[in-house]
């Protein structure tokens, strides 16, 4: 079957620790996402990468990083420096970035920061 | 400013009822597409709709159906016969820029639909 798998579902870290958030689609798609939901909030988009060895800054791209070495793999790591991280952290992928491409979602991951 | 807006922030509806759900948008591109995503209790979005600028022609699927206005930038989302499996939040989002680089998700309008 074809998809976006996130893991792990649920994910607790020590303050100050960074933890790396798995993003992974069989989907052949070039251009994957981050989003971070927080509770009653829309999406806020974290990083995207359009191919390969290239990814951008989203709106809210501080404490966070991310790396694009195989098109099937986006993971994003939540670093120290990220003041408020605990969230819902939602991969997503499309065929290419485009206008007109539906974007599709992984399950999730919920983040909590003890 | 926020692009897309979505007043409801929470709607509650008894099984059987019609329900419609706001979506208002700003761009000031001429071409640009509106989406409506599905987010049940599980977390998983669900892409429901995609429709461009140029076609303002209502969609009908089932119990849903989309109507799209671009002279009040609306996008509204309508559930007839609700039934409990649709409690969800439900986002309206937009595509715009040469690229799609520029892609919003409205703050979401959450669904409780009764039995």
Same mark, same amino acid.
């Given at each position: 079957?074809?998809?976006?798998?996130?893991?792990?579902?649920?994910?607790?870290?020590?303050?100050?620790?960074?933890?790396?958030?798995?993003?992974?689609?069989?989907?052949?798609?070039?251009?994957?996402?981050?989003?971070?939901?927080?509770?009653?909030?829309?999406?806020?988009?974290?990083?995207?990468?359009?191919?390969?060895?290239?990814?951008?800054?989203?709106?809210?791209?501080?404490?966070?990083?991310?790396?694009?070495?195989?098109?099937?793999?986006?993971?994003?790591?939540?670093?120290?420096?990220?003041?408020?991280?605990?969230?819902?952290?939602?991969?997503?992928?499309?065929?290419?970035?485009?206008?007109?491409?539906?974007?599709?979602?992984?399950?999730?991951?919920?983040?909590?920061?003890? | 400013?926020?692009?897309?807006?979505?007043? #409801?922030? /929470? *709607? +509650?509806?008894?099984?059987?009822?019609?329900?419609?759900?706001?979506?208002?948008?700003?761009?000031?591109?001429? %071409?640009?597409?509106?989406?409506?995503?599905?987010?049940?209790?599980?977390?998983?979005?669900?892409?429901?709709?995609?429709?461009?600028?140029?076609?303002? #022609?209502? /969609? *009908? +699927?089932?119990?849903?159906?989309?109507?799209?206005?671009?002279?009040?930038?609306?996008?509204?989302?309508?559930? %007839?016969?609700?039934?409990?499996?649709?409690?969800?939040?439900?986002?309206?989002?937009?595509?715009?820029?040469?690229?799609?680089?520029?892609?919003?998700?409205?703050?979401?309008?959450?669904?409780?639909?009764?039995?």
């Amino acid at each position: 079957d074809g998809g976006i798998t996130q893991s792990p579902k649920y994910l607790f870290r020590k303050e100050g620790q960074n933890v790396t958030l798995s993003c992974e689609q069989n989907l052949n798609h070039d251009a994957m996402y981050w989003y971070r939901q927080d509770p009653g909030q829309g999406l806020r988009l974290i990083y995207y990468s359009q191919i390969v060895n290239d990814f951008q800054k989203g709106d809210i791209a501080e404490g966070y990083s991310v790396s694009r070495e195989k098109k099937e793999s986006f993971p994003l790591t939540v670093t120290s420096a990220q003041k408020n991280p605990t969230a819902f952290y939602l991969c997503a992928s499309s065929i290419r970035q485009g206008i007109d491409n539906e974007q599709f979602f992984g399950p999730g991951t919920r983040l909590t920061v003890l | 400013a926020q692009k897309v807006t979505q007043a #409801q922030t /929470e *709607i +509650s509806v008894v099984e059987k009822e019609d329900v419609t759900l706001d979506c208002v948008y700003e761009t000031r591109d001429t %071409t640009y597409y509106l989406f409506w995503y599905k987010q049940p209790p599980s977390g998983e979005l669900v892409f429901l709709i995609r429709r461009n600028s140029f076609d303002e #022609q209502n /969609e *009908i +699927s089932g119990r849903y159906s989309w109507n799209f206005q671009k002279s009040t930038s609306s996008f509204n989302f309508t559930i %007839t016969a609700s039934q409990v499996v649709d409690s969800a939040v439900y986002f309206c989002a937009l595509s715009e820029g040469s690229y799609g680089q520029n892609f919003v998700f409205g703050p979401g309008t959450r669904l409780s639909v009764l039995p």
